[in-house]
């Protein structure tokens, strides 16, 4: 079956910009996760959602960063005014339910450049 | 402060023999904890996972150790195979939420 997608694989952009991300989980997922990787570096939480409803911001860095799940599928996050510090490889993550031994599926992540 | 770490970040073994990955937390709020494998352009790939009321799970050739009293755990992979040759990483999960915490990733190379 289809696996997480996310658009676009790859994304180059100028300082300042504004960026959206993309990502469509395993139809019927509940919960929707976004982690940020740094270059040689693991996963780092961002945001949570379980179905349309943000539960959980913590891991946002800073308020340029906002994600969306309007119609508890389809999510996107949006980077505002891109800095440098951003460029990394956001990878989103679904699972059936919202229990904590509930697999996160990870899609291939978005690697974000920022020049 | 890293609440999860992968103090190698990689690893050489010959195909055939046992590979050893190892990781070490900080949270004691932990409770469930996760090996995940990661290919070049992928994303991280589930592997292996065990709760904390137990010390040790077993999959195929994967098998995972919970030490809590130490709060370390480890993979092992045996036998290992040169398609076993990725980045894992290890995860936690517990507490406040059920997002992950991952490690910094162990590079593993299974030469033939």
């Known amino acids: 079956g289809a696996g997480v997608s996310q658009s676009p694989r790859y994304k180059v952009a100028k300082r300042g910009q504004d960026v959206a991300l993309r990502c469509d989980p395993i139809s019927g997922h509940v919960s929707l996760f976004w982690y940020q990787q740094a270059l040689g570096q693991g996963p780092e939480f961002l945001t949570y959602?379980?179905?349309?409803?943000?539960?959980?911001k913590s891991g946002l860095p800073s308020d340029r960063f906002f994600a969306e799940r309007p119609e508890g599928s389809v999510s996107t996050l949006k980077i505002q005014r891109t800095q440098q510090e951003d460029s990394a490889v956001y990878l989103c993550?679904?699972?059936?339910?919202?229990?904590?031994?509930?697999?996160?599926?990870f899609g291939p992540g978005t690697r974000l450049t920022v020049l | 402060d890293q609440q999860v770490k992968q103090n190698s970040p990689s690893l050489s073994v010959q195909e055939g023999r046992i590979s050893i990955l190892n990781c070490d937390y900080t949270n004691s709020m932990f409770d469930y904890f996760l090996w995940y494998k990661k290919y070049p352009a992928e994303g991280p790939t589930f592997l292996i996972s065990?709760?904390?009321?137990?010390d040790k799970n077993e999959d195929g050739r994967f098998t995972v150790f919970l030490n809590k009293s130490a709060k370390h755990l480890s993979l092992h992979i045996v036998p290992s195979q040169p398609g076993d040759s990725a980045v894992y990483f290890c995860a936690a999960s517990g507490g406040t939420g059920n997002m992950l915490t991952f490690g910094g990733g162990t590079r593993l190379m299974v030469k033939p």
């Open positions: 993550a679904s699972s059936l339910a919202s229990g904590i031994t509930d697999t996160q599926y």
């Open positions: 959602f379980q179905n349309e409803a943000q539960l959980d």
């Open positions: 065990i709760s904390s009321i137990k």
